[in-house]
């Protein structure tokens, strides 16, 4: 097995893992759009403390804010995934995916995945940049509006043959459109070593 099917399987069991949650708890919200929402925060700058970011989890699934404290493993779970969200943000082998169901689910359900996956990362962008995001550079504002576009894409729109290869080339254009935000809005963190410390 390649590194990138080893790749595509741990993502793939990432989203079911996601599923699965959201299923146990009877969200009415899809698992990409949280994903996603967190994404566009961090790749513009925020962290979230931990009472934030199970506030927001709570009000994504639709459930009363005592959820997250009720249940541990909601919890548990939540703050694992923000740690390997930001991990692979800041991963140097840029090997960030947006949270997708694999191949194995039909085109129609992985454009529905994609296009919350995107409406949660606009969404997070503009919770945390706001009014700042239209001074980003031309490059990161163009993504934008791609991004908007993207967003707006009907699920029930018929891919066609080339669907395949179009969806896997969109799939591509955001996940590096999500890296170029995080690498315009994050300054590289300084090594241990270089840090000052006052004595």
């Not at 001074?135 to 791609?146: T, V, Y």
Request: one cysteine or more; a negative charge; aromatic letters at 10%.
């Amino acid at each position: 097995m390649s590194e990138t099917d080893t790749a595509d399987a741990a993502y793939a069991a990432e989203f079911e893992r996601w599923a699965n949650v959201f299923m146990a708890h009877k969200a009415f919200s899809h698992p990409s759009e949280l994903h996603g929402a967190l994404c566009g925060r961090m790749a513009t700058g925020a962290r979230l403390e931990e009472p934030e970011w199970l506030f927001m989890v709570c009000e994504h699934m639709g459930l009363p804010e005592s959820a997250a404290g009720e249940g541990e493993s909601l919890t548990v779970f939540m703050n694992e995934a923000y740690e390997r969200a930001l991990a692979f943000l800041k991963s140097e082998d840029m090997g960030f995916y947006p949270l997708l169901p694999d191949d194995d689910y039909a085109i129609d359900q992985r454009l529905e995945a994609l296009v919350a996956w995107v409406r949660g990362f606009l969404e997070g962008m503009a919770l945390s940049a706001g009014e700042s995001l239209g001074e980003a550079p031309q490059e990161i504002r163009e993504l934008m509006e791609d991004m908007v576009a993207i967003s707006q894409v009907s699920e029930d729109q018929d891919p066609g043959d080339e669907g395949e290869q179009q969806f896997l080339e969109i799939v591509e254009y955001i996940r590096l459109g999500a890296l170029a935000v995080f690498t315009e809005f994050n300054p590289p963190e300084k090594p241990a070593s270089q840090t000052q410390t006052l004595h």
